[in-house]
């Protein structure tokens, strides 16, 4: 039997086994596929910054208190298993078209996060590659990147070093109770025994989550991407409009992301997505129409119906946990989740308060960011 049963091999899920194994505790990961190949993988890998002191609502101070783990988890992944992640501060320069950043810029000034106003020629300055047809734009010199697929295969590695147990390939169908709580996850292999469990299923929570007494919808919400290749870098901020930007990699490679479609459980790639994905990519940096499309791919975001991602106890299982529900920042605020969540299952105070993103909360009470 383990002390924590963690299901959903995503980074979430990850992040919590990593963070709780480093505590004593003996921990198993279910997952019903292979670790790390869903929305974790398939993200783009860029985050915003943060200031935890300055972070004035519940959103900006799990995103603050994310960012003052990312390096430090870097250094520790890197040190133990030998993998770069390829985390590193490369700044962005947020652009729109139509004059609607003031509101967006005065939250970064209000929160102590650093940053600069641009005008289209200054722009230029910071990135010559960018069209100069844009109306309004700012930069955020610490916003950071790093390679998913890289920092999954980091996170798996470093939580086998330190004794987290993996189940692939293993559905988790429902839960067996007694007077405490849930003691085991349903699998098709059999049961698996515990004495606390974590509910990090990612987009596949509902089941879960109704199972477990708290009839909630996480949203599976379809991004489209497509990478390109070029043979030297072209520009090195992240480049953002709205909710699409486009990341690029020190190889060379141009990552442009991406769409919001309530698709349901489909991941396949359409020529409408990719299209206005390609277009959205050369209307923004004009030479990106001679590089290469090395491929595309989706993932589905766990969108829940409130604004707020669902970390804390199940009133009907208090030896219950959930963390999901992170939608468009899951990969940036899985090291805090990690730690939150850590904190929970060990009894300690919690390194930020937790209450407005209490599961038991609906949408008119979660807090709206
Ligand atoms: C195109 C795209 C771009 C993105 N860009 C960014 C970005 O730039 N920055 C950022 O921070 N975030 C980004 N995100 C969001 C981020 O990827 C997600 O918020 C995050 O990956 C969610 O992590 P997770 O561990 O909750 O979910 P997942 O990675 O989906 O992991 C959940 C895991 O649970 C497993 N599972 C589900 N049900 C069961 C079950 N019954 N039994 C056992 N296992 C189960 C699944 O197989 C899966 O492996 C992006 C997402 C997409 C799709």
């Not at 477990?212 to 497509?226: K, S, Y």
């Not at 991941?267 to 994905?277: A, F, I």
């Not at 940036?332 to 299952?345: F, H």
Request: hydrophobic share 40%; charged share 20%.
């Amino acid at each position: 039997m383990s002390d924590v049963v963690v299901v959903g091999g995503g980074a979430i899920g990850l992040s919590v086994a990593w963070e709780t194994a480093r505590r004593g505790a003996d921990v198993t990961v279910v997952e019903q596929s292979r670790v790390g190949r869903e929305a974790s993988w398939a993200g783009a890998g860029f985050f915003p910054p943060g200031n935890l002191s300055g972070a004035a609502t519940p959103i900006a101070q799990l995103r603050a208190f994310s960012h003052t783990l990312w390096a430090d988890w870097t250094a520790r992944l890197r040190e133990q298993t030998g993998i770069d992640n390829g985390y590193r501060v490369c700044g962005g320069v947020i652009v729109s078209f139509d004059n609607s950043l003031d509101v967006e810029f005065q939250q970064w000034c209000a929160e102590g996060v650093s940053i600069e106003r641009l005008t289209s020629e200054s722009a230029r300055e910071v990135e010559s590659a960018l069209t100069a047809e844009f109306c309004d734009a700012y930069h955020l010199p610490q916003l950071a990147q790093a390679r998913n697929p890289r920092h999954l295969k980091a996170m798996r590695s470093a939580c086998e070093l330190a004794g987290v147990q993996f189940l692939e390939g293993c559905p988790v169908t429902g839960w067996d109770w007694a007077e405490r709580g849930i003691i085991a996850a349903r699998t098709a292999q059999g049961r698996v025994d515990g004495d606390q469990f974590v509910i990090a299923a990612g987009a596949w929570s509902s089941m879960l989550l109704a199972e477990a007494g708290l009839p909630v919808t996480i949203e599976p919400v379809r991004g489209q991407i497509a990478l390109l290749q070029l043979p030297r870098p072209l520009f090195r901020h992240v480049i953002e409009v709205g909710p699409r930007y486009l990341v690029p990699r020190p190889d060379g490679r141009v990552l442009i992301g991406s769409t919001e479609e309530r698709v349901g459980f489909v991941k396949q790639n359409t020529v409408g997505g990719v299209t206005g994905l390609l277009e959205f990519a050369t209307s923004l940096v004009p030479e990106l129409v001679d590089a290469d499309v090395e491929r595309c791919w989706s993932g589905l975001r766990p969108c829940p119906t409130r604004e707020l991602p669902l970390i804390g106890r199940l009133p009907e299982a208090e030896n219950t946990i959930v963390a999901t529900g992170h939608f468009r920042s899951g990969l940036q605020m899985s090291p805090g989740t990690g730690v939150l969540v850590s904190e929970l299952l060990t009894g300690e105070v919690t390194s930020i308060d937790l209450t407005p993103f209490d599961p038991a909360l609906d949408e008119s009470q979660a807090a709206i960011v």
